[in-house]
C-alpha cells in the first residue's frame, strides 16, 4: 500500500505552487505528515519479524529450546502479531484515502489489501486477547523481578516509585527540564534526540504503567474472587502496557538493525527514520508523559517541532528510495496508478501546446 501511495503521491499534482507549475502531493507538509510516519513504521516492523524469525529459529532448530526461551518467542510473537495487523490495517486505509478518488478503484488494490488483511486482527489470536496474554507476562517477570515478592518488598519498591511519581507529578522534575531549557528548542529537542534518552523514555512508560497496575492488584491478596475483580477493572490499563511493551519492542528491533548497517549514508537516513518512528511514539502518547511529568511542556512541543520541521524534510527526498527498498516487483504490486498519472499529465500537456 504504502508503494503505491508513495508512488502516486510523488507523480500526482495538485494546485500551482511558487513557481506557478503544480506541485506534487508529497510535497504537501500534511501528505508527508499522513505518509512518512507510515514508512518509519512499517521498517520499525519489518525489523521486528526479522528478529522474530530468527528467535523462532533460535527455538525450533533446538540451538537454544528452554521454557525462557519458548515462553520470550510466545511473548514477542503474540505482542508483534498484535501491533503488526493493527498498523497494516491502519496503513491500508491512509494510503487508500492518500491516493483520493483513485485509491478507491479496485483496480488499484488498496480497498482489496484491506479486506483481504481485515480479519488478520481476529483470527489466530484477537488482537486484544493477545496482548492480555503480553501483560501477564509483564506482571509475572515484574513478580519475578522480586525474589521473594511478599507484600513487605513490594511495598518498598511501590513506595519507591510512588515517590517518584508524586516528585513527578508535582512537576519537579518537568520544571528542572522547562528551567534548562527554557527558550531554547534546539537544547529541548537536543535531549530526546539522543537515542538513549529515547529509550528511557520508552522503556520507563511500560515499567511505570506495570508496577502501578502491579500494585494495584496486590490489593486482592489470596483472595481470587478478588483478583478477578481488579484484573478485570484493570484490564484497559493492562491492555495500554502490552502495547507500550509492544512498541518498545519494536524500537529496539529498528535500533538494532541500525548497527548492522554499514553504509554512511544508510545509517544517517534510516537514524532520522528511526528517529520519526520514536518521536511519533512519543508525540503519541504525550499526555502520558505530561500527567506523569516525564516530559516539561517545553520538550513536548519540541517533539512535535523537530518531526515538522527537521524530520520530514531531511526524509521526503529519500522517499521514493525508501519504498523502493521493500523490493517489491511489478507483478506483485500488480497497478500501474503513479505511471498512468504521468502519462495522463504528458497528454494532457500535448492538449494544451496543440
Ligand atoms: C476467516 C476466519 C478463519 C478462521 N480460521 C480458523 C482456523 O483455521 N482454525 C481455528 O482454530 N480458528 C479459526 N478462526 C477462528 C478465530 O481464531 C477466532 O475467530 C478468533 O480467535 C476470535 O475468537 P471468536 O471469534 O470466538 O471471538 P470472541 O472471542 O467472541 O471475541 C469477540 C470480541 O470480544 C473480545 N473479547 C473476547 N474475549 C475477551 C476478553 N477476555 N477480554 C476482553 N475482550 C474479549 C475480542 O477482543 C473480540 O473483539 C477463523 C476465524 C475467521 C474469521
Given at each position: 500500500a504504502l508503494d503505491i501511495a508513495v508512488r502516486y503521491s510523488l507523480a500526482r499534482r495538485q494546485f500551482a505552487g511558487k513557481d506557478g507549475s503544480e506541485v506534487t502531493l508529497l510535497d504537501y507538509q500534511r501528505h508527508q505528515r499522513r505518509l512518512l510516519p507510515l514508512i518509519a513504521r512499517t521498517y520499525a516492523q519489518i525489523f521486528t519479524h526479522q528478529e522474530l524469525l530468527n528467535q523462532f529459529h533460535t527455538v525450533f532448530s533446538g540451538e537454544n529450546d528452554t521454557e525462557e526461551t519458548r515462553s520470550d518467542l510466545e511473548t514477542v510473537s503474540a505482542a508483534s502479531k498484535a501491533l503488526s495487523t493493527w498498523y497494516a490495517l491502519d496503513t491500508i486505509q491512509e494510503c487508500r484515502e492518500a491516493c483520493?478518488?483513485?485509491?478507491?478503484?479496485?483496480?488499484?488494490r488498496l480497498t482489496g489489501l484491506r479486506a483481504d488483511l481485515d480479519v488478520y486482527v481476529t483470527f489466530e489470536g484477537d488482537n486484544n486477547v493477545m496482548l492480555q496474554l503480553v501483560a501477564k507476562r509483564l506482571l509475572t517477570d515484574y513478580a519475578k523481578a522480586f525474589k521473594s515478592p511478599d507484600f513487605g518488598t513490594l511495598a518498598q519498591y511501590v513506595a519507591g516509585q510512588v515517590g517518584e511519581t508524586a516528585i513527578n507529578r508535582g512537576g519537579l522534575r518537568g520544571l528542572a527540564q522547562s528551567i534548562t531549557d527554557f527558550g531554547s528548542t534546539a537544547r529541548a529537542v537536543g535531549y530526546v534526540k539522543d537515542e538513549e534518552h529515547q529509550h528511557q523514555l520508552l522503556t520507563d512508560r511500560v515499567h511505570t504503567m506495570v508496577a502501578s497496575i502491579a500494585n494495584k492488584l496486590k490489593?486482592?491478596?489470596?483472595?481470587k474472587d478478588k483478583q478477578a475483580e481488579l484484573f478485570n477493572r484493570y484490564q484497559n490499563d493492562l491492555i495500554n502496557a502490552a502495547r507500550a511493551h509492544a512498541e518498545l519492542i519494536m524500537w529496539e528491533a529498528f535500533t538494532s538493525a541500525l548497527?548492522?548497517?554499514?553504509?554512511g549514508d544508510s545509517i544517517k537516513i534510516l537514524t532520522w527514520l528511526r528517529d520519526l518512528y520514536g518521536f511519533t511514539l512519543l508525540e503519541e502518547n504525550l499526555s502520558w508523559y505530561l500527567i506523569n511529568g516525564r516530559l516539561s511542556g517545553a520538550r513536548a512541543e519540541a517533539i512535535t517541532e523537530y518531526i515538522d520541521s527537521r524530520l520530514l524534510p531531511r526524509l521526503r527526498p529519500h522517499a521514493e528510495n525508501l519504498v523502493d527498498a521493500?523490493?517489491?516487483p511489478p507483478e506483485l504490486v500488480r497497478t500501474t496508478l503513479a505511471q498512468d498519472e504521468r502519462e495522463r499529465q504528458l497528454n494532457r500537456q500535448t492538449l494544451v501546446r496543440n
Open positions: 483520493g478518488g483513485q485509491g478507491f478503484m479496485a483496480q488499484h490489593a486482592a491478596g489470596s483472595d548497527k548492522t548497517i554499514k553504509d521493500f523490493l517489491l
